[in-house]
């Protein structure tokens, strides 16, 4: 039987050697992370092919690219989600299925809209036990607690339409202090043409990427990165987004912001 000091030295060497290797564990660690692409790519697919998902919304499936968007949005159950002017529900019925009991999707309606899109956000609320329709004004929306993501698809152009009566940098701030540190706030827009910032957002729904994030980085987040899902080259971004010659097919940025922490 070896002495106490033999067993202490021997324990000072096995911590040395395991810190003088930065790959101990590695095959470990690879094989943990591929394991949980693994679980969260099944997720993602049964949230796809969830049988409560309409069957209007399934036929939009080529052109808005569910399984991408669910992957760069990072979302994983537990997750605290709100999805800023849901509509019908296209994204909030995704995300409730992979943030899963544990998680919380809030359907954000604002004020303003409220009349005509309540009833909706309801259908939502009425399908899915872990959705919550949350009212409130853009410039102070706030939720019952900190958020892991918010999630703004194609609306974000509109609340600089001055019928909306929002103040989009404080609308931002709103957004930021709403997320926990190292939360993402992703948007999803129609493309303007360079240069046009936010000159067209009522005659052609559509924003200059470049506009947009000087906008929210404005506001304290950090650029997380983009994808290339919507990208049409087909468009040349000069037609309202509702011309039947581009509708639900424009060419759209979708851009990832964390904030700090």
């Known amino acids: 039987m070896l002495k106490p000091s033999m067993l202490v030295l021997a324990a000072v060497l096995g911590l040395a050697a395991c ?28 949230a796809i092919t969830d ?21 760069f949005a990072m979302l994983e159950p537990g997750d605290k989600v709100a999805d800023i002017r849901p509509g019908a529900g296209y ?66 152009h509109d609340f600089h339409i001055p019928a909306f009566n929002t103040d989009v940098a404080v609308m931002n ?38 506009s947009l994030r000087a906008e929210v980085e404005a506001a304290g987040f950090v650029f997380d990165g983009e994808s290339s899902a919507l990208v049409n080259t087909a468009d040349d971004r000069t037609i309202n987004v509702f011309d039947e010659a581009i509708r639900g097919r424009t060419d759209q940025f979708v851009y990832r912001f964390r904030k700090p922490g």
């Open 91 to 156: 994204f909030t019925r995704l995300f409730a299925r992979v943030v899963g009991a544990e998680g919380k999707v809030y359907a954000f309606v604002p004020n303003r809209t409220a009349e005509r899109e309540n009833p909706r956000a309801d259908v939502l609320v009425a399908a899915y036990p872990n959705v919550v329709r949350v009212n409130g004004d853009l410039n102070t929306m706030s939720f019952p607690e900190p958020l892991d993501v918010v999630w703004m698809s194609q609306e974000y």
């Open 19 to 46: 810190g003088s290797d930065p790959y101990a564990g590695r095959e470990d660690r690879m094989a943990a992370r591929t394991y949980q692409t693994m679980r969260l790519a099944d997720l993602h697919h049964s």
């Open 173 to 210: 701030r709103a957004i930021f202090n709403a997320l926990k540190p190292g939360g993402h706030f992703i948007v999803i827009d129609h493309s303007g043409r360079a240069g046009t910032g936010h000159t067209e957002v009522q005659t052609l729904h559509r924003i200059e990427g470049a």
């Open 51 to 71: 049988a409560l998902r309409p069957a209007d919304e399934i036929a939009r499936d080529e052109f808005r690219h569910p399984d991408r968007m669910l992957a």
